[in-house]
Each structure stands twice: as structure tokens, then as C-alpha cells.
């Protein structure tokens, strides 16, 4: 029989102050036999519905509770530390601690709606609640009087027995006989005169007492790493932390066994019997219903409908009329057998609620996505207008959405302009009432890389250290691997599991220890929850001075406790396209109906087939952009396939697709049943659909079932595999296939399975791709100004537009007060940069610019202060103005008008004040006459460097505009950098590497044996990367790391991260590169612009510059279609010096040369 019960537990929930897990939680209680265990954890019921089901699961009874924050003696709505207040002994000031837990459902309620107030009305340093709130909604609860922080205890240490008298006194007549005064001892020097007293105040008031422990953690052990985890916050790096200093005074925090709490308690034999008295208190009550809670959805009263699933019918069946043009049979069909599903799993509302709110964001103008997961193999979602896809044209499974043998709620993503998602969101609100609709919260946690960062950091171990480890994590199908499995699997980790340096294992131990926790909550991009009525009612929800309420629960707690959650997703290619389209109708008068152009529009493909894929939505990387080149697609079928294979894992399977779609492999099948399945995709497994197929087809499994198996598989469970195998064989033989055949079958299916990819979201997606491929194919200038207003905060990928766009040849044109608006816009000489661009001009401003030259454009610096409003466009505003060129069509450069903007300002007051008093301008007589306006001369001051211009520019731009401190060594960057830095990993890790580029940003710092290195990023034409400088050649190379230098870097690749990065073995200034790495030189002639004696000429300046690089001539203009090449002899072989190139410019013009190493 149980003896004891730990009722007062802190799990990682309590925010980087818990260091056990639910589960460690339950599996603790489990090996010491305890019937029960409680959560209480502080000031939040986050793990609630995990803890509960979990603890039920493992045949525990789950006592959920909560540590709250509590006034005792004064207001929740109290905002300040009363001071008085203490000195008269009327509590802490700000609060106390009290343990709840819930008996019964009604008690569960009540915590929720405490936990809530807390938060929405308490929130003071912590969320608080009162005795106010406490007397409304102590029914259905216990109490207990927590640690030495609490109510009654605080009291104690403070040495104010007499108040922690009155105090339990309280919340005696509150809780009556379901108060208990708690006995904890961990060892600290405040406990004593608890553990003195408490049993006193006990006995004269018939209070019952409870042992607890402060559980922090499961083990003795980790007790440091607990203290890790306190320290994350205030730990800089910078200076170190003394994190063997416990912050919580003791080592005792764990999960002790019910002997040591026995031995503990000695004394006191009823404390630790009231721990069973407790646990027969609370009722065997269930939190999660057994029908979701829907919201209200009102049925329109002409619609003739009784009923949800009545109404449902009438929109499905109207809906499919008008999306096909004869309704055949077979589609009504599907429709029918959908409708009956749903309807047997009681999802009519839920269908209704989604069809209004998107149909309703369709009205408002809003764009919205065609489908996104698995919701576009439904039917009824496309005849409802919740979709734009056909489900039938792309043959997708309505079981893969939605599926009677595996109730869970359906799951409805939607994407709408990311710009005018909130409108939708407020539309739900304004529908279903404020109070039933959240959103909801999420949380950010530990993963191998981040704790290794927190714990290093807090360890005081070098970044550059803690970087040479996280860099070798990989990450699998996009999640980060644990840390224990990398050290297992990893190879380049070994020396990180082998090391003997006491710091890296004491950061492996710490970290292993509190690797998966969480870390922070925050609200969850899109996640929405909609509730039949006030959602507190429902779930507790979570609010700090900084935020909006939120849920408590998170997404699959919340589907499990019945409440109506789904993605309000805002897609930034939705909002480019509806920009696009908006420029288009402004700039060429079409007005495009996006969801009607053609699917099969040939220009549209062989942008595909070229891989000019930059901007086009998950189409764009250089990796995929090869792919494409090769593939060559030709249908938006093949652009789905590409879509689904071009990831981690079936990425591997991309060459067989191609080779086998133009037809240099061989399709083999394993069985002739299985062509008509994998025919669209030549004989590769794609897609869960195919899966799902494919077990239907040979094992006889009906779909739903075959959904069950394709999602066992991607589980890998190994019991659950072996069952399925045998019922696929079974189910097959039985069909008429040999056992080995369904074998076969059944194995290279579950090779796959964990591969594929769901072909809806996929279709979806590939659809939105096309999308935008035809408005850049048609309208490049339009889609791609779209394209740079939105992605405005990236500078790197702003850069990639813009050469995309150069590529294309549409120019990009800097800022200009008198032509920019607030955006990048389009205007008949090319893409002008938007205002808003540059730091330190806000959209007020611009607004205001545009405003005042509305009639007239401003002449000068002096013009445009006397006529923009000064209070809005001040000083930094127009020095950002003038370092990004924006004020170039003024009178003066921009040295001139940087120097003249205070004295300028002061013109424009004077100007605007003698005008707002209704009196003649300063200078002129006549008000009409603005010529006579004198205005002040600039001053005689030297104009910027070239690259102080450039600087500037990218101080407020973020990059340069008007031209580029490499361009001067633009041959030498082309020919002899052979890496891009925005182009994914293709190289093998190792492989040698060189780049050229201007050092933007060093970073030095000292490496695990004490000497220095850094971390340099090196800008070029193409973007940024980072080259590591370990120490042994940093200390060769320090001189030349300089910022704003432009050199040549020789290294190593290093393919560990998202991006390459560069392991540096040598730097040389760029001057250098041409002549240690110019092998060949290439000049271009025009033989039609050519004099007659050329080749004589040619060969006296080959003659003057002797060297070692060999000449090649590309003559362009001849009867040939392609440039012909020729070979100089050997005899004229060259030097490719500034002087030789000068000589042959003055020949052929800029441009006519090209070198090659």
C-alpha cells in the first residue's frame, strides 16, 4: 500500500525554473510505486492536458494543479510595491505563494479561470490573483500553503508569527477542511522557524499538515543543471557565473523516495499521511470531452436548413454546380461519401465556420490560398470555395484529410495575404464574439544546438568552441538531431564524446540533462481557436503586459480537450501577387484574374525548364533551379513532383525521376498493378497518396486503413510493422499476388513511406509556383518591384532581385524624392526604390514628400525644407535621404547637401512660418513669383570617394545602389570566385574554394587553446558568407583583415550549416589574384565595328606586353549564328597587366575582356 504522494511538482513548464519533464515526472512516480502524482507548476497549467493524459496512460491518477501567485493583503490590481504595507506587517508587497489543486471537474474549472484572471488582470512581475477571486472560485479546490515563499510561511520568516496566524485563518474559512499547511525541509536556514511554528498554528486552528517536496528536478544529480537553467537568463557570455553557487541554496530539489520522505518527516508521521487523505480527496473526473465544443455557427434563416449537416448539403451540392460544368455520377458520388463521413463524425459545423470565413475574406478582396495540407483532397472543401484546387482533376484522397478509422479533428490550414490576415482574424472575432476566439501559444525549446549554446554560455566556454560543435549536428527531414544521438551517429563528433577536457564533458552532461525543455512561450504564428462561448471557459489562457491572450495549451492539447483550432496563415506570396496584380492594372490597364489564367501556358514552362526561378515561390534555390534544368518540366504535375522530391530524404530519388521521365532509364515495375499508380511520377514512389494506393490496390486494405498503415510506417515502429506486413501479405495473397511479389511490394513501399510526401499540399503549392511564374514570365518588372517592397528587411535577398532583375534587363533605379513612393514601384525606365527603404524614413514621411510634390517637384535641398512638414522629415530623415542618393536631382552633390541639411531646415522654418502667418516669403515680394525665391549657396566642400559614397549607401540601404566597391575587380571576381554565396550546398565538404569580396564584418575572438581567430564575412556580387580564420592562419593573415578591404580568400569548404562557409587557408590582396591566377585571356571583337588593319594593331600590343597566359579572340558579328573563337599562338602569350587591358579597352571598348584561371 502507498505511503506517501509528491504533491507539489514543478515540471519544465515553469519556465526555465523546472528541470523535469512530464514524463520523468510519471516515470519518478511509477518506480517508486506511488498511485498518484500532482503538477503544479508555477503561475501556469501549460503541461496540464500532457500531464494528465500521460499520467492516466501510465495508470497513475493525474492531480493537476497549480502554484499560483497571490496578494493576501491587497489587490490583484495593485501596480506598485507598498512599501507601508510591509513595514505594517500586512504581507509581502507584491506576493505570496499558494498550491491549488483540483478535486473534481468544477475545481479544474475554477484553476483555469484563476490561472486566466492571473494573467489578464494580476500581471504584476508575475501573474497574481486575490482573495477576491479566491472566495469566487475556491469551489472544488484544496489549498495548500506551499513553500517558504508562502502565504503562511513568508509570514514566518519575516518573524511575524502573529500575521501567519491571522493568515491561515483566511484560508481556513475559505477552504475549511481542504486547507493544509505545508512542511517542507530542504536543508535551508529559513525552514526552521517554519518547521517550528507551522505545527503550532496547525494545532490551535485544526489545520491539517502536508509534506511536500519542491520538486525542480527528477535526480539528486542534477542539481547543477538545474542551477545551469536558472542562470540561461542572466548568463551574457561576457563575464563569467559562478554556476556552483546554487541560487536556491539547497541540492534537494528532486524526486525523493517515499523512504526519504518518511525519514524526513519523522516528527511528523500526519504530514505525510495527509499526502494519501489529498489523493482519496480528488475525484476520478475526466478534462477531455467526448464531443468537441463548436462554435455558434447561426444557420442563415432563408437558407431552409434545420440543421448543420442539412445546411452543409445545400452549400456542397450548390456549391459543385458551379464548380463543374457537368456533374457526373461519379462526382456526386465522392461528394455523397464525403458529406457522409463528415457528418458521421459530427464535422458539419466545423466545415461551415471555415467556408464562411474564407468566402468572407474573398469578399473583402483578400487573397487566399488555394488549399495547403491535406484539406485539398476534400471535395466538399472545393465545392464549398475553401480550396481552389480540384481535388479530382489531381486525383487526391479525400481519406489522407479526413479519416473515419482515425477520429482526430479535422485540420484546416489557410493562407491568406499575409498583409490582411488580422482583417480575417478580426472578422472571427467581430462573428463569434471577442472572448471566443484566441490565439494560441507555443514553445520555444532546447535543442541540441540551443542548450549547447545556453549551457556554454552560462559555463563561460568560448563561443567559437561551442560553434565548432553545434556546426556538426545535422539536421534530418528539418528537425535539429538530439544530442546524444549525433554524438552516437556523427563521426566529426567523436572527438566531442572522447574528450577529456573537463569543461566539454561537464557541458555534454549539463546539456544532455536539460536538452528538449522549454525555454519560452510565445504565440504561435497562426494558430486560432474559436470557442462555442468566453474561451476561459474552456482553457486557461496566458497574457504578459507585452502580449495578446493566448491559449495555455498548445495546438494538440487543445484539439484534445474538444476546442475548434485551425492556421490563420499569412503567406507573403499571396500579398506579392496581389501587389503585382495592383501594379500590373495601374501600369498596363489589365486587370487579371489570377485563379483564371492557363495551366498550360508553354512560356510560362520554360522558365522552369531555364531555371529562372528566383522569386518563384519554393522554386528558388540553386539546387532546385539545376534540378528544373535538367527535368525540364512541362506540366504542373511535373512541377508537384519536383515540389515533393526536392527535400531532405527523397531528394536522393530526384535523378532517377528525371532520367526516367526522358527516358535514359528504364520504368520497371514490380508488378503490372503498380503502373497505373506510379505512371504520373515514371515509377517513383512520390507521395503518401501513392502509398496509400498502392496498399488499397494490392493488399485490399480500404483506403482509411491504408492511411493508418502509410502513417505506421512513417513511424518506423518495428512491432506495428511486422503486424502490418503480415496483414499486406495476407491481404494480397488473397488477391491473387504471390507471397514474395507482396513482399516486395510491402518493402519497397516502407522504403518510401517515410519519404513521401503528402501530394495535396504539394499540388497547392506547385499551383501558387505557377502562380507567380506566369507574373514574372509576363510582367517581370511589375512581380519582381512586388517582390523587393516585400522583402525589403532582407538585404541579401534584395541583392538577388535586383541582379535577377539586371539579368533581365530591367534597370534598378535608386531612391528619388521626386519619382520614389513608399515602395519599390514601376516606372517607364525600371524599378524605382521605394523611400521606405531607407533607415530612418518612415511611411509618415514619404506620405508627406509625396504629398508636397504633388504639383511641382522639388529643385533643391532649400525648395524641399520650405515645403515637406519638418516635424515629420527632420534631420536624420533627410541625411538618410541624402547618404542613399535619394536627393541626386538636386542642385549640388551629396557632400554639398549632407553639410547644408541643419541650415537648410532652418531656411524651410523660416519659409513655412512667414507662410502660415499669411505674410510674403523671405525673399520675394511676390508670393506667386517662386523664381525670385533666393535661396542660400551650397558650400564649396569636396565631393564623397567613390567608396564613402558606396559606404553611405549601404548604411542606410543595407547595400549598395549605385554601384559596388568590387566592380573595379569584376573580372577577377567573376573568373576566379567559384563559389555563390547564395546558392545551397552543392560542393562536397573539403572541396577547395576561393572567393573574392570586401570584408563587411570581423569578428575576432580566442579559440579553446588561447589564441586568437575570426569570423570574417565576405561580401560580394552575389551576397555574403562566412570565412572561419582558425588561428594558425590568423596569425599570418591579421595584417590584411581590415574592414572594407577587398581580397581574394583560398580555403576549404565547410558544408556543415545551411550555407557554405569558407575554411580559410590563405588571403591575398584582389590586386595580386589577376596575376597569380590568370591562365587565359579572352577578347571580344565586333567585326562589324572592327578597323580593317586589327590584327596588326592586336598584335603590337600582344607583342609590348609579354607574359605567360595564352589569348583566345571571340569574334561576334561573323555569317555564323555563334561567336567564333580562335587561338593566338603561343609566341603572343601575355601579362595581364592594368596597362595591357587599358590598350585593348581603347580597341574594343569596355567589356572586351575576360580572363580565366
Known amino acids: 500500500m502507498a505511503e506517501f504522494i509528491h504533491l507539489h511538482n514543478h515540471s519544465h513548464y515553469s519556465l526555465l525554473d523546472g528541470a523535469a519533464t512530464v514524463d520523468s515526472l510519471i516515470n519518478a512516480a511509477i518506480e517508486n510505486k506511488m498511485p498518484a502524482v500532482a503538477l503544479t507548476d508555477h503561475g501556469v497549467m501549460f503541461g496540464t492536458v500532457e500531464f494528465f493524459k500521460k499520467a492516466k496512460s501510465a495508470g497513475l491518477k493525474p492531480i493537476i494543479g497549480c502554484e499560483f501567485y497571490i496578494v493576501t493583503y491587497g489587490s490583484r490590481f495593485d501596480k506598485v510595491v507598498d512599501s507601508k504595507r510591509v513595514k505594517e506587517g500586512k504581507g509581502r508587497g507584491i506576493y505570496q505563494h499558494l498550491v491549488l489543486l483540483a478535486k473534481n471537474l468544477e475545481g479544474y474549472r475554477n484553476l483555469s479561470k484563476l490561472s486566466t484572471l492571473s494573467h489578464l488582470e494580476g500581471f504584476y512581475y508575475k501573474p497574481r490573483i486575490d482573495l477576491e477571486l479566491l472566495r469566487k472560485y475556491s469551489s472544488g479546490l484544496i489549498a495548500l500553503s506551499a513553500c517558504p515563499a508562502g502565504v503562511v510561511a513568508s509570514e514566518i520568516v519575516d518573524g511575524k508569527t502573529d500575521l501567519a496566524f491571522k493568515t491561515a485563518k483566511i484560508y481556513k474559512e475559505i477552504f475549511k477542511d481542504d486547507f493544509y499547511l505545508?512542511?517542507?525541509?530542504?536543508?535551508?536556514?529559513?525552514?526552521?522557524?517554519?518547521?517550528?511554528?507551522?505545527?503550532?498554528?496547525?494545532?490551535?486552528?485544526?489545520?491539517?499538515?502536508?509534506?511536500?517536496?519542491?520538486?525542480?528536478?527528477?535526480?539528486?544529480?542534477?542539481?547543477?543543471?538545474?542551477?545551469?537553467?536558472?542562470?540561461?537568463?542572466?548568463?551574457?557570455?561576457?563575464?563569467?557565473?559562478?554556476?556552483?553557487?546554487?541560487?536556491?541554496?539547497?541540492?534537494?530539489?528532486?524526486?525523493?523516495?517515499?523512504?526519504?520522505?518518511?525519514?524526513?518527516?519523522?516528527?511528523?508521521?500526519?504530514?505525510?499521511?495527509?499526502?494519501?487523505?489529498?489523493?482519496?480527496?480528488?475525484?476520478?473526473?475526466?478534462?477531455?470531452?467526448?464531443?468537441?465544443?463548436?462554435?455558434?455557427?447561426?444557420?442563415?434563416?432563408?437558407?431552409?436548413?434545420?440543421?448543420?449537416?442539412?445546411?452543409?448539403?445545400?452549400?456542397?451540392?450548390?456549391?459543385?454546380?458551379?464548380?463543374?460544368?457537368?456533374?457526373?455520377?461519379?462526382?456526386?458520388?465522392?461528394?455523397?461519401?464525403?458529406?457522409?463521413?463528415?457528418?458521421?463524425?459530427?464535422?458539419?459545423?466545423?466545415?461551415?465556420?471555415?467556408?464562411?470565413?474564407?468566402n468572407e475574406a474573398r469578399r473583402m478582396g483578400i487573397l487566399v490560398g488555394p488549399g495547403r495540407g491535406s484539406a485539398a483532397g476534400s471535395l466538399v472543401s472545393y465545392a464549398l470555395g475553401i480550396i481552389g484546387i480540384d481535388p479530382l482533376k489531381y486525383d487526391l484522397l479525400f481519406e489522407r484529410f479526413l479519416n473515419p478509422d482515425r477520429v482526430s479533428m479535422p485540420d484546416i490550414d489557410v493562407d491568406f495575404a499575409d498583409d490582411k490576415r488580422d482583417l480575417v482574424i478580426k472578422y472571427v472575432k467581430d462573428k463569434y464574439g471577442e472572448k471566443a476566439v484566441a490565439q494560441i501559444i507555443t514553445f520555444g525549446t532546447l535543442s541540441s544546438k540551443a542548450v549547447l549554446k545556453d549551457v556554454g554560455r552560462v559555463l563561460g566556454i568560448?563561443?567559437?568552441?561551442?560553434?565548432?560543435?553545434?556546426?556538426?549536428?545535422?539536421?534530418?527531414?528539418?528537425?535539429?538531431?538530439?544530442?546524444?544521438?549525433?554524438?552516437?551517429?556523427?563521426?566529426?563528433?567523436?572527438?566531442?564524446?572522447?574528450?577529456?577536457?573537463?569543461?566539454?564533458?561537464?557541458?555534454?552532461?549539463?546539456?544532455?540533462?536539460?536538452?528538449?525543455?522549454?525555454?519560452?512561450?510565445?504565440?504561435?504564428?497562426?494558430?486560432?481557436?474559436?470557442?462555442?462561448?468566453?474561451?476561459?471557459?474552456?482553457?486557461?489562457?496566458?497574457?504578459?503586459?507585452?502580449?495578446?491572450?493566448?491559449t495555455q495549451f498548445y495546438m494538440n492539447d487543445l484539439e484534445s480537450v474538444g476546442l475548434l483550432k485551425m492556421d490563420f496563415l499569412g503567406l507573403r506570396t499571396l500579398t506579392i501577387i496581389d501587389n503585382a496584380l495592383k501594379l500590373i492594372r495601374d501600369n498596363h490597364g489589365v486587370e487579371i484574374d489570377i485563379n483564371s489564367i492557363p495551366e498550360d501556358d508553354q512560356k510560362v514552362f520554360e522558365l522552369f525548364q531555364k531555371g529562372n526561378t528566383t522569386g518563384i515561390f519554393q522554386f528558388e534555390s540553386t539546387g532546385m533551379q539545376e534540378s528544373l534544368r535538367k527535368l525540364k518540366p512541362s506540366s504542373i504535375n511535373e512541377l508537384v513532383a519536383m515540389n515533393a522530391l526536392y527535400r531532405p530524404g527523397p531528394m536522393e530519388m530526384i535523378d532517377n525521376f528525371i532520367k526516367q521521365k526522358q527516358g535514359v532509364q528504364k520504368i520497371q515495375y514490380l508488378h503490372p498493378k503498380l503502373e497505373p499508380i506510379l505512371k504520373e511520377t515514371y515509377g517513383v514512389i512520390v507521395y503518401q497518396e501513392q502509398v496509400m494506393k498502392i496498399t488499397s490496390e494490392i493488399a485490399g486494405f480500404t483506403l482509411a486503413k491504408a492511411d493508418i498503415m502509410r502513417r505506421a510506417m512513417g513511424k518506423k515502429d518495428k512491432d506495428l510493422m511486422a503486424k502490418q506486413k503480415d496483414e499486406f501479405i495476407d491481404g494480397a495473397v488473397k488477391k491473387g499476388f504471390t507471397k514474395k511479389i507482396a513482399g516486395d511490394i510491402f518493402d519497397m513501399v516502407e522504403k518510401f513511406a517515410s519519404y513521401g510526401f503528402n501530394k495535396s499540399h504539394s499540388v497547392a503549392y506547385a499551383v501558387i509556383a505557377y502562380k507567380t511564374a506566369y507574373l514574372k514570365t509576363y510582367y517581370p518588372a511589375e512581380y519582381l518591384s512586388a517582390m523587393m517592397s516585400a522583402e525589403i528587411g532582407d538585404t541579401d535577398y534584395i541583392v538577388q532581385l535586383i541582379e535577377d532583375a539586371r539579368r533581365l534587363g530591367i534597370k534598378v533605379l535608386p531612391p528619388d524624392v521626386n519619382e520614389s513612393v513608399v515602395n519599390f514601384a514601376v516606372t517607364k525606365n525600371g524599378i524605382r526604390f521605394g523611400l521606405s527603404a531607407i533607415k530612418n524614413v518612415?511611411?509618415?514621411?514619404?506620405?508627406?514628400?509625396?504629398?508636397?510634390?504633388?504639383?511641382?517637384?522639388?529643385?533643391?535641398?532649400?525648395?524641399?525644407?520650405?515645403r515637406v512638414d519638418l516635424r515629420t522629415v527632420n534631420k536624420k530623415t533627410l541625411e538618410g535621404l541624402t547618404m542613399a542618393g535619394a536627393l541626386d536631382s538636386f542642385t549640388g552633390h551629396r557632400a554639398q547637401i549632407f553639410e547644408t541639411i541643419e541650415k537648410a531646415i532652418q531656411f524651410g522654418q523660416k519659409q513655412q512660418s512667414y507662410e502660415s502667418r499669411g505674410q510674403s516669403t523671405l525673399f520675394a515680394t511676390d508670393r506667386v513669383k517662386e523664381t525670385a525665391i533666393e535661396y542660400p549657396a551650397l558650400p564649396e566642400v569636396e565631393p564623397w570617394s567613390e567608396i564613402d559614397k558606396l559606404t553611405n549607401e549601404k548604411k542606410v540601404l543595407g547595400f549598395y545602389v549605385s554601384g559596388h566597391p568590387l566592380s573595379k575587380y569584376e573580372l577577377e571576381a567573376t573568373a576566379f570566385s567559384t563559389v555563390n554565396f547564395n546558392e545551397s550546398i552543392d560542393v562536397r565538404n573539403g572541396a577547395p574554394i576561393k572567393a573574392c569580396g570586401i570584408i563587411s564584418a570581423i569578428k575576432k575572438t580566442v579559440d579553446r587553446n588561447g589564441k586568437m581567430m575570426a569570423f570574417v564575412t565576405l561580401e560580394n556580387f552575389s551576397g555574403k558568407g562566412e570565412v572561419i580564420v582558425f588561428s594558425k592562419i590568423y596569425e599570418k593573415v591579421a595584417p590584411l583583415l581590415q574592414l572594407d578591404a577587398i581580397l581574394m580568400v583560398i580555403g576549404r569548404?565547410?558544408?556543415?550549416?545551411?550555407?557554405?562557409?569558407?575554411?580559410?587557408?590563405?588571403?591575398?590582396?584582389?590586386?595580386?589574384a589577376?596575376?597569380?591566377?590568370?591562365?587565359?585571356?579572352?577578347?571580344?571583337?565586333?567585326?562589324?565595328?572592327?578597323?580593317?588593319?586589327?590584327?596588326?594593331?592586336?598584335?603590337?600590343?600582344?607583342?609590348?606586353?609579354?607574359?605567360?597566359?595564352?589569348?583566345?579572340?571571340?569574334?561576334?558579328?561573323?555569317?555564323?549564328?555563334?561567336?567564333?573563337?580562335?587561338?593566338?599562338?603561343?609566341?603572343?602569350?601575355?601579362?595581364?597587366?592594368?596597362?595591357?587591358?587599358?590598350?585593348?579597352?581603347?580597341?574594343f571598348g569596355k567589356g572586351s575582356i575576360r580572363i580565366s584561371g
Open 182 to 358: 505545508e512542511l517542507q525541509d530542504h536543508g535551508l536556514e529559513k525552514e526552521k522557524p517554519i518547521l517550528e511554528n507551522m505545527p503550532r498554528i496547525a494545532k490551535e486552528l485544526g489545520i491539517k499538515l502536508v509534506a511536500t517536496n519542491d520538486i525542480h528536478y527528477i535526480k539528486a544529480r542534477h542539481a547543477i543543471a538545474h542551477n545551469v537553467l536558472l542562470l540561461i537568463p542572466e548568463a551574457s557570455g561576457s563575464s563569467p557565473v559562478d554556476y556552483k553557487q546554487l541560487k536556491y541554496k539547497t541540492d534537494q530539489l528532486y524526486f525523493k523516495s517515499t523512504d526519504e520522505m518518511c525519514l524526513l518527516f519523522k516528527d511528523f508521521p500526519e504530514a505525510i499521511k495527509s499526502t494519501l487523505e489529498i489523493c482519496a480527496k480528488i475525484e476520478n473526473f475526466s478534462i477531455l470531452p467526448s464531443e468537441p465544443y463548436l462554435p455558434k455557427f447561426v444557420i442563415p434563416a432563408d437558407s431552409g436548413a434545420d440543421t448543420f449537416d442539412d445546411y452543409l448539403d445545400k452549400l456542397a451540392f450548390e456549391g459543385l454546380q458551379k464548380k463543374y460544368k457537368t456533374v457526373t455520377a461519379e462526382i456526386e458520388q465522392r461528394l455523397k461519401h464525403e458529406l457522409s463521413v463528415i457528418k458521421e463524425m459530427k464535422y458539419s459545423g466545423y466545415f461551415l465556420v471555415v467556408q464562411d470565413f474564407i
Open 462 to 550: 568560448e563561443l567559437s568552441l561551442i560553434e565548432s560543435i553545434t556546426k556538426l549536428i545535422p539536421s534530418i527531414q528539418g528537425k535539429v538531431l538530439d544530442l546524444d544521438e549525433a554524438l552516437t551517429t556523427v563521426p566529426d563528433l567523436k572527438w566531442v564524446k572522447e574528450s577529456k577536457d573537463p569543461k566539454i564533458k561537464e557541458l555534454i552532461e549539463i546539456s544532455l540533462v536539460l536538452q528538449g525543455m522549454n525555454r519560452n512561450a510565445s504565440m504561435h504564428a497562426s494558430g486560432v481557436v474559436i470557442a462555442p462561448g468566453d474561451i476561459s471557459d474552456y482553457v486557461p489562457l496566458y497574457a504578459t503586459p507585452q502580449s495578446q491572450p493566448m
Open 1074 to 1147: 589577376r596575376e597569380r591566377f590568370t591562365k587565359t585571356v579572352i577578347i571580344s571583337i565586333d567585326a562589324n565595328k572592327a578597323e580593317k588593319n586589327v590584327v596588326d594593331k592586336l598584335q603590337k600590343i600582344l607583342e609590348k606586353h609579354k607574359g605567360k597566359c595564352s589569348v583566345l579572340v571571340e569574334v561576334n558579328g561573323l555569317e555564323e549564328s555563334s561567336p567564333q573563337v580562335f587561338r593566338i599562338d603561343n609566341r603572343f602569350r601575355v601579362a595581364p597587366t592594368d596597362d595591357f587591358f587599358e590598350n585593348i579597352y581603347g580597341m
Open 842 to 866: 518612415g511611411v509618415g514621411a514619404v506620405e508627406n514628400i509625396i504629398k508636397a510634390r504633388k504639383n511641382k517637384n522639388f529643385t533643391n535641398i532649400f525648395d524641399f525644407c520650405s
Open 1053 to 1072: 569548404a565547410d558544408t556543415a550549416g545551411d550555407r557554405i562557409k569558407i575554411l580559410a587557408d590563405e588571403f591575398i590582396p584582389i590586386e595580386q
